[in-house]
Protein backbone atom coordinates (compact mmCIF):
# COMPACT_ATOMS: atom_id res chain seq x y z
CA UNK A 1 0.00 0.00 0.00
CA UNK A 2 1.81 3.48 -0.67
CA UNK A 3 1.91 5.69 1.71
CA UNK A 4 3.19 9.79 1.59
CA UNK A 5 4.65 11.51 4.72
CA UNK A 6 5.02 14.77 4.85
CA UNK A 7 7.49 16.77 7.48
CA UNK A 8 9.19 20.16 7.36
CA UNK A 9 6.16 22.78 7.94
CA UNK A 10 6.61 25.22 10.66
CA UNK A 11 6.42 29.06 11.72
CA UNK A 12 8.51 31.55 9.97
CA UNK A 13 8.39 35.24 9.37
CA UNK A 14 7.27 37.22 6.41
CA UNK A 15 10.71 36.61 3.74
CA UNK A 16 11.47 33.74 5.50
CA UNK A 17 12.24 29.70 4.50
CA UNK A 18 10.66 26.40 4.82
CA UNK A 19 11.91 22.98 3.34
CA UNK A 20 9.14 20.48 3.00
CA UNK A 21 9.43 16.97 2.15
CA UNK A 22 7.26 13.79 0.92
CA UNK A 23 8.30 10.46 1.67
CA UNK A 24 6.74 7.94 -0.59
CA UNK A 25 6.55 4.05 0.70
CA UNK A 26 4.82 1.36 -0.30
CA UNK A 27 5.38 2.49 -4.51
CA UNK A 28 6.89 -0.10 -7.21
CA UNK A 29 8.22 1.61 -9.70
CA UNK A 30 5.53 3.14 -12.60
CA UNK A 31 5.06 6.32 -13.80
CA UNK A 32 3.34 8.76 -11.91
CA UNK A 33 3.04 12.68 -10.57
CA UNK A 34 3.64 13.84 -6.86
CA UNK A 35 2.21 16.98 -6.42
CA UNK A 36 1.84 19.76 -3.50
CA UNK A 37 -1.53 20.86 -2.28
CA UNK A 38 -2.06 23.64 0.30
CA UNK A 39 -5.80 24.37 2.11
CA UNK A 40 -6.08 27.57 4.62
CA UNK A 41 -8.89 27.24 6.93
CA UNK A 42 -12.53 28.08 4.92
CA UNK A 43 -10.77 27.87 1.56
CA UNK A 44 -10.90 24.62 -1.22
CA UNK A 45 -7.52 22.72 -1.67
CA UNK A 46 -5.18 24.78 -4.05
CA UNK A 47 -2.84 23.38 -6.50
CA UNK A 48 1.06 24.58 -5.49
CA UNK A 49 3.65 22.16 -7.96
CA UNK A 50 3.74 19.12 -9.67
CA UNK A 51 5.94 16.77 -11.01
CA UNK A 52 6.48 13.85 -13.24
CA UNK A 53 8.45 11.57 -10.82
CA UNK A 54 9.92 9.34 -14.30
CA UNK A 55 10.46 12.23 -16.04
CA UNK A 56 10.96 16.00 -16.59
CA UNK A 57 7.32 17.96 -16.32
CA UNK A 58 7.09 20.25 -13.45
CA UNK A 59 3.87 22.76 -12.97
CA UNK A 60 3.62 25.90 -10.46
CA UNK A 61 1.17 28.02 -9.96
CA UNK A 62 1.54 31.69 -10.68
CA UNK A 63 1.89 33.04 -6.92
CA UNK A 64 4.76 30.80 -6.08
CA UNK A 65 7.01 30.72 -9.25
CA UNK A 66 10.10 31.99 -8.64
CA UNK A 67 9.48 31.46 -4.87
CA UNK A 68 9.45 27.62 -4.54
CA UNK A 69 10.91 24.46 -6.42
CA UNK A 70 10.73 20.85 -6.02
CA UNK A 71 13.10 18.33 -6.28
CA UNK A 72 13.27 15.02 -6.79
CA UNK A 73 15.51 12.37 -4.34
CA UNK A 74 14.58 8.89 -6.69
CA UNK A 75 16.75 6.61 -4.76
CA UNK A 76 15.31 7.80 -1.34
CA UNK A 77 11.64 7.91 -2.96
CA UNK A 78 11.35 11.32 -1.58
CA UNK A 79 9.77 14.93 -3.12
CA UNK A 80 11.06 18.28 -1.84
CA UNK A 81 9.50 21.16 -1.97
CA UNK A 82 11.91 24.52 -1.13
CA UNK A 83 9.82 27.40 -0.30
CA UNK A 84 11.40 30.61 -0.25
CA UNK A 85 10.83 34.48 0.01
CA UNK A 86 7.39 33.20 1.53
CA UNK A 87 4.22 35.32 2.08
CA UNK A 88 1.68 35.62 4.69
CA UNK A 89 -0.86 34.59 1.89
CA UNK A 90 1.23 31.14 1.76
CA UNK A 91 0.02 30.04 5.27
CA UNK A 92 -1.70 26.42 4.76
CA UNK A 93 -1.74 23.20 5.67
CA UNK A 94 0.35 21.60 2.97
CA UNK A 95 -0.11 18.16 1.64
CA UNK A 96 1.58 16.13 -0.86
CA UNK A 97 -0.49 13.63 -3.11
CA UNK A 98 -0.02 11.28 -5.96
CA UNK A 99 -1.64 10.25 -9.35
CA UNK A 100 -1.23 7.53 -11.84
CA UNK A 101 0.68 8.02 -15.02
CA UNK A 102 2.38 11.27 -16.70
CA UNK A 103 -0.10 14.10 -16.65
CA UNK A 104 0.29 17.08 -13.68
CA UNK A 105 -3.37 18.05 -12.96
CA UNK A 106 -4.25 21.07 -10.84
CA UNK A 107 -7.53 19.13 -9.67
CA UNK A 108 -7.27 17.45 -6.24
CA UNK A 109 -9.99 15.16 -6.97
CA UNK A 110 -7.45 13.88 -9.68
CA UNK A 111 -5.23 12.17 -6.80
CA UNK A 112 -5.81 9.43 -5.44
CA UNK A 113 -3.43 9.04 -2.42
CA UNK A 114 -2.87 11.74 0.25
CA UNK A 115 -0.41 12.31 2.68
CA UNK A 116 -1.92 13.45 5.90
CA UNK A 117 -0.38 17.22 5.89
CA UNK A 118 2.13 19.79 7.48
CA UNK A 119 1.31 22.99 8.80
CA UNK A 120 3.09 25.72 7.08
CA UNK A 121 2.63 29.40 9.54
CA UNK A 122 3.90 32.46 7.56
CA UNK A 123 3.42 35.76 10.00
CA UNK A 124 3.32 39.54 9.09
Known amino acids: QVKLVESGGGWVQDGGSLRLSCVVS????????LSWFRQAPGTERQFVAGIEWIGESTDYRDSVKGRFTMAKDITKNTLILQMNRLKPEDTAVYYC?????????????????WGQGTQVTVSS
Open 26 to 33: GRAWGRYV
Open 97 to 113: AERGGMSISGSATDYDI
